[in-house]
């Protein structure tokens, strides 16, 4: 079985970042789909809204590269949350945990510019290279 998506749409909030008590970043954000199709002879325009995880130095990136009203396509898995609310309802809400983010050029240019790693993650890296 495999659990991946990709889509493409626009933010409908600029990314939020945050980091976890072990310092860990993640940022999210949310991402309107639009789809334009034809039933009947009319045009039928129909969005559907997703929030959007991004983990580790893929969130940082986000955070720093993109804001709201940009057009970006998001690849990553679905995951889906459940809670219960202080009725008693139980709700459930799909939300994509993103492996990749990029800006999408159809309608913008775009420069990159490569990040730079910490001399930290360097020295974690090589540790980890020698271990195996």
């Known amino acids: 079985m495999s659990n991946h998506t990709s889509l493409t749409g626009n933010l409908t909030r600029d990314p939020e970042l945050r980091y976890t ?13 639009n789809r334009r199709y034809q039933q ?6 129909d969005t559907s809204f997703f929030d ?8 940082e990136n986000i955070a720093h590269s993109v804001s709201k009203g940009q057009r970006v396509t998001v690849t990553g898995r679905l995951d889906q949350r459940s809670w219960e609310t202080d009725a008693g309802e139980k709700r459930y809400k799909i939300e994509i945990v993103a492996s990749d983010v990029a800006a999408s050029m159809q309608f913008a240019t775009l420069k990159i510019t ?4 910490e001399q930290a993650d360097h020295d974690d890296d090589h ?4 271990a195996f």
């Open 21 to 33: 008590t072990g310092g860990k970043a993640v940022a999210n954000f949310g991402l309107a789909v």
């Open 40 to 45: 009947g002879g009319e045009w039928q325009d």
């Open 52 to 59: 959007v995880t991004a983990w580790g130095d893929l969130g």
């Open 114 to 117: 490569k990040t730079v790693r």
């Open 127 to 130: 540790a980890l290279e020698e």
